[in-house]
């Protein structure tokens, strides 16, 4: 069925054959799949040659019931590529043991109005007001690879009713928010997917170990692209590329509230091949280490260090966030770490910029080296790749300053220790002392002309143990 166009001017028997034979490569009985497809229309939202969002009139196929009957009945599906794109009106649940492949080709959207990841595992367990216990059964052995996969966040202020990835349309587990939702499982793979125009995370994985994120392309993706929440353990994630407007990878032991099934640990982590988007593409270019302590509502503290990460042929991401950050969407009052979180043993091996690029740390950190360093550009005197301290940012929300908001941490105070940087090239040409020329320590102090000039300021202290 490759390449194959699907007319709405064919005589109904016609388009009944195809979609059987569709139904059929995609491992589903002929016999059943008339009654499972579903043809519906509704209203999406596209922009028009000017940018400007406009409604249009969409008749498609739901192949939501399709694609799970096959799983519910071979423990596998093969969606193929085709002109016409599939709908989703809610997410494919994979048990264990269930493969789901798609021809790199195949488009698959989610309907507007359906708000649900487009892709979960059975067993998601929500565990955001306590530490995960030991004692659950996960899912395991389940294999993603392939396919376009879309929320149909056509444009920055237009999602078409999908702004969350939650698990289900109704009683869903709190704080999930996937395209790929994979929550409290264990020897799992995503492979060779494109994550297009969508509000939710790419690949949302938490309370996950023996994990594998294989070939991610991000195309105008609005929010993360492989984000990953404590506890975790085990996990390669490669060959990530494409423009993200949020961190294109995130490990997040700790996590605003909202966007946390869970808490924990993240350990040994490999990311290898992550690229940057094109200069002529809006992205954040961000890889984020998010570590914290976590603190309930009953009062119970749960550490959340991130440790053992090794981040390998990194090319044109400009910022590493090595730091933890207030909840602003709920209040940073209300949702914070109550101390600032522990990296340790983290280690970049090949870091390529062409163009300016910064590693802020303002945690607690022990253990960072830097290594092969190829700066493709000609830094400025004052260029500095490593800075060490307490951060501060003001949000401005509206012309009154006593609703402006800070975004960071800047009166906590900064310790690392343990800092290395080997083997750095400008343009090729060996740099003299690196340690010297790349590293800035910086303490915070208040602005004594704030509000008038931003930001705020603060007065932690950063401290390099050498």
Request: charged share 25%; aromatic share 6%; with cysteine.
């Amino acid at each position: 069925m490759q390449g194959m166009k699907i007319s709405t001017t064919l005589p109904i028997t016609t388009l009944l054959l195809v979609t059987l034979t569709m139904a059929h490569a995609a491992g589903v009985s002929p016999a059943v799949s008339e009654a499972l497809v579903r043809t519906e229309t509704w209203t999406e939202q596209w922009p028009n040659a000017e940018g400007t969002m406009e409604a249009r009139s969409v008749t498609g196929e739901i192949w939501t019931d399709v694609f799970q009957a096959s799983l519910t009945d071979n423990h596998q599906v093969h969606i193929p590529a085709r002109a016409q794109p599939y709908y989703l009106d809610g997410p494919l649940v994979l048990e264990s043991g269930d493969r789901l492949s798609a021809d790199p080709e195949a488009e698959i959207r989610l309907k507007p109005g359906t708000n649900t990841c487009m892709v979960r595992n059975a067993r998601i367990v929500g565990f955001n007001t306590m530490a995960v216990p030991d004692e659950l059964e996960p899912d395991s052995d389940i294999h993603i690879e392939g396919g376009i996969w879309t929320t149909l966040a056509t444009g920055d202020k237009g999602a078409n009713g999908n702004m969350r990835g939650h698990s289900s349309k109704d009683n869903y587990v709190y704080a999930t928010h996937g395209v790929i939702l994979l929550h409290n499982v264990r020897n799992v793979s995503v492979r060779n997917i494109t994550i297009r125009q969508s509000k939710a995370f790419g690949v949302h994985l938490g309370n996950v170990s023996d994990f594998i994120v294989d070939g991610v392309t991000l195309d105008r993706q609005q929010r993360d692209g492989v984000h990953v929440n404590g506890p975790a353990r085990s996990g390669k994630i490669r060959n990530v590329r494409g423009d993200s407007h949020d961190d294109t990878v995130a490990l997040n032991a700790w996590e605003w509230k909202n966007y946390a099934p869970s808490f924990g640990a993240i350990r040994d982590i490999q990311i290898e091949q992550v690229s940057g988007a094109a200069l002529d593409k809006p992205s954040a270019n961000s890889i984020r280490l998010l570590p914290g302590v976590k603190q309930f509502d009953d009062g119970k503290i749960l550490e959340c260090p991130i440790q053992d990460v090794v981040l390998r042929d990194i090319k044109d991401i400009t910022e590493f966030k090595l730091y933890e950050q207030p909840n602003l969407e709920m209040g940073r009052d209300k949702d914070f770490s109550v101390e600032p979180g522990m990296l340790r043993n983290i280690r970049i091996e090949g870091l390529s910029l062409g163009r300016p690029g910064v590693i802020n740390v303002a945690a607690t950190l022990d253990g960072l080296a830097l290594s092969d360093v190829d700066l493709r550009f000609e830094p400025n005197p004052d260029y500095r790749l490593l800075q060490i301290g307490p951060m501060s940012m003001t949000w401005r929300h509206g012309d009154d300053p006593a609703r402006w908001v800070e975004v960071f941490s800047p009166d906590r105070d900064v310790t690392v220790t343990n800092i290395q940087i080997l083997n750095v090239t400008v343009k090729g040409v060996p740099l003299n002392d690196p340690m010297a020329r790349l590293i800035a320590v910086r303490d915070q102090t208040l602005n004594p002309d704030y509000p008038q000039t931003t930001p705020r300021g603060g007065t932690g202290k950063a401290t390099w143990v050498r």
